[in-house]
């Protein structure tokens, strides 16, 4: 066993060794293998971004690639591009994406991890062979609109990333994290952390943390890279967790969830529906402030035993190897039915593609507008800003010149001057 190190929660947390294979991933160096190629429609490629889409997408990718599969990502700025036709299968991360470039014979699988009810509504949700959901709520929303398999298939977790098991384990702390990032809509635990008062604030690690409003329970530090996040959550006793609402809804649950546990550390999240599921039901549930509070005074040794527990539920049940053997049959199986097809999408679907695709640029175009706009309007108020602060310093300068100039004029008219004056005029004339 390697060397303790102080027990405190890292200002820098180190990445994790498994960095560059995800990153090797997540830039297409593994497209090829022996079942085929499974691309992964998702938000981006860049890791650097830290969105979720793309970190479950590579956690699933790379326990595929185990299972001989070739894995890919298929970012936004692609999605207007013709998938390239020895894609085996596409799996869709996001609902917005728009099938019509997709080769008629490369099978598709939509993956609802959470907005589920627009995933429902899609009008073209009967062209993915089959569908995976995140929880049974889930899936019985989506089953109600769509006549093909829906299998429930939560996400999960990469147990060699987020481990207890290093070469220099770090001591645990007692204090409790939050990796809830702000995008600039407000979070539900946003007003929880305003309000609780811990033994020591929770540290929160956040996206935009300049944008987050300091508070006297919370410790604001800067987001970290996704793979960082093991290492802190070695560190913590408790990881604060926020489900967003249409998540709440059907209890698809976060990642951060499996995460924390797979980590060592203890979730306390704020959703109770789903985890009865996923034979997580003992994981403690906050709803305000005094409730996180309570959960977050839970005595050591009884939270040690706990996530034991529930940790040994998650590497059994929840690990991406596990859903890769999970989902291993249902590829095959919508691979065999989209090798009766050829040729191309329906021509309106490849139309609604193409719309699809101008709308995301406009939208793009707009925002970068706006982002414009918004810069000339915080630099004209800057330099407002700066001209009323030289106006106010001038008229400063101002009132004090006319001060003392009145002070001199005061002066040189009183009679103690002037005898003083004609003193000295006298003085003078002596002296030559």
């Not at 970190?55 to 692609?78: I, K, S």
């Not at 939509?110 to 993915?128: G, H």
Request: proline residues 6%.
């Amino acid at each position: 066993m390697g060397r303790v190190t102080a027990a405190v929660i890292p200002n820098t947390p180190l990445s994790a060794p498994l960095r560059a294979e995800y990153e090797a991933i997540a830039a297409g160096e593994h497209v090829e293998g022996p079942r085929g190629t499974v691309r992964f429609a998702v938000s981006t490629a860049d890791p650097t971004e830290g969105k979720g889409d793309l970190f479950v997408a590579l956690g699933l990718a790379r326990a595929l690639r185990a299972e001989g599969w070739g894995v890919a990502m298929w970012p936004l700025e692609r999605w207007g591009e013709e998938v390239p036709a020895d894609t085996a299968v596409v799996v869709s991360m996001i609902e917005s994406f728009v099938p019509g470039y997709v080769p008629a014979g490369t099978a598709l699988v939509a993956w609802v991890r959470n907005w589920t009810a627009k995933w429902a509504a899609l009008p073209y949700l009967d062209e993915f062979d089959a569908v995976w959901t995140s929880s049974s709520p889930a899936r019985d929303a989506v089953a109600a609109q769509y006549d093909g398999p829906v299998e429930v298939v939560p996400i999960g977790v990469d147990t060699e990333l987020f481990t207890t098991d290093t070469p220099a384990p770090r001591e645990r702390t007692d204090r409790a994290v939050t990796t809830v990032n702000f995008w600039g809509v407000r979070r539900r635990v946003q007003d929880v952390l305003a309000e609780v008062a811990p033994a020591e604030p929770i540290v929160w690690f956040a996206a935009n943390v300049d944008h987050v409003e300091a508070t006297a329970g919370v410790e604001l530090r800067p987001a970290v890279s996704y793979f960082a996040l093991p290492e802190v959550y070695r560190a913590a006793g408790f990881v604060v967790d926020d489900v967003i609402a249409p998540a709440a809804e059907y209890g698809t649950l976060n990642s951060r969830l499996f995460e924390s546990l797979a980590a060592g550390a203890l979730p306390v999240t704020d959703c109770t529906l789903g985890l009865d599921e996923l034979g997580l039901s003992d994981v403690p549930v906050f709803d305000d402030a005094a409730s996180l509070e309570r959960a977050l005074a839970m005595p050591r040794d009884e939270r040690t035993a706990l996530t034991a527990r529930l940790r040994a539920v998650v590497v059994e049940r929840h690990s991406f190897r596990t859903r890769a053997e999970q989902v291993g049959p249902v590829l095959d199986a919508a691979v065999a039915i989209a090798s009766g097809r050829s040729g191309q999408r329906g021509a309106f679907l490849r139309w609604a593609t193409a719309q699809r695709e101008v709308l995301r640029q406009a939208e793009h175009d707009r925002d970068v507008h706006l982002s414009g706009v918004q810069d000339i309007n915080q630099r004209l108020v800057a330099s407002e800003q700066q001209v009323g602060a030289y106006d106010t310093a001038r008229r400063q300068a101002e009132a004090e010149r006319d001060q003392i100039a009145a002070r001199f004029a005061g002066l040189t008219r009183s009679p103690e001057y002037r005898l003083l004056h004609g003193v000295g005029l006298v003085a003078r004339r002596v002296r030559r």
